[in-house]
């Protein structure tokens, strides 16, 4: 009896060894490989896919853009920003103050629309932070000020090129800030 414990002791053993020798040979050459899964080429075309089909085929959300978001500082206005890219992307005509005022204007306006018209259809997000929103409601209310904004001055299509259509997003995040703190004021 006692030799036959010990086999299946040494057996058990022996096949726990190569099992965890086995893992650990599967996690090294995972960890040198660093590949992504398959899938995931296919799930990112698939997203990329589906902003474009669904939510604008005009605005083609997965091509590549070429105007990087610029990196904001706490104490300095969104607006800024926005008129410096004004300033030195729009060159056919060569814009003064008051067209780059004018465009802000616009800007503002639709950015300001969009949100109330947004808070409006949806009463039970109007109380929700810019960061309790989800992607797809900011995604919508950014569309619908840039459309706007381009109906009403051309010049405004160059927003096209921003990475996440920045200038129309840091207006429509300031504007759903203000409303939805008055909102929650008004509760």
């Known amino acids: ?32 490989i660093n590949l992504p899964p398959p899938w995931m080429e296919d799930f990112k075309q698939d997203l990329i896919n589906y902003f474009d089909e669904k939510l604008q085929p005009s605005l083609n959300i997965g091509s590549s853009k070429t105007i990087p978001v610029p990196k904001k500082q706490r104490r300095v206005n969104s607006k800024v920003y926005i008129q410096c890219f004004l300033k ?23 950015a300001f629309s969009s949100v109330l018209t947004f ?35 051309e010049r405004l299509a160059i927003i096209n090129k921003c990475v996440r259509f920045w200038p129309c997003e840091f207006l429509v995040q300031e504007k759903w800030t203000n409303r939805s703190k008055y909102n929650r004021k008004k509760v």
């Open 1 to 32: 009896m006692p030799a036959n414990r010990r086999q299946i002791r040494q057996i058990s053993q022996s096949s726990q060894s190569s099992q965890s020798s086995s893992r650990e040979n599967d996690r090294d050459l995972n960890s040198q």
């Open 88 to 110: 030195e992307h729009l060159k056919e005509p060569v814009p003064n103050d008051e067209d780059i005022s004018s465009l802000m204007g616009i800007l503002d306006q639709e």
């Open 119 to 153: 808070a409006q259809q949806n009463p039970e997000a109007a109380c929700k932070s810019w960061r309790q929103l989800s992607s797809l409601n900011k995604l919508s209310m950014i569309q619908s000020a840039l459309q706007q904004s381009i109906a009403s001055d």
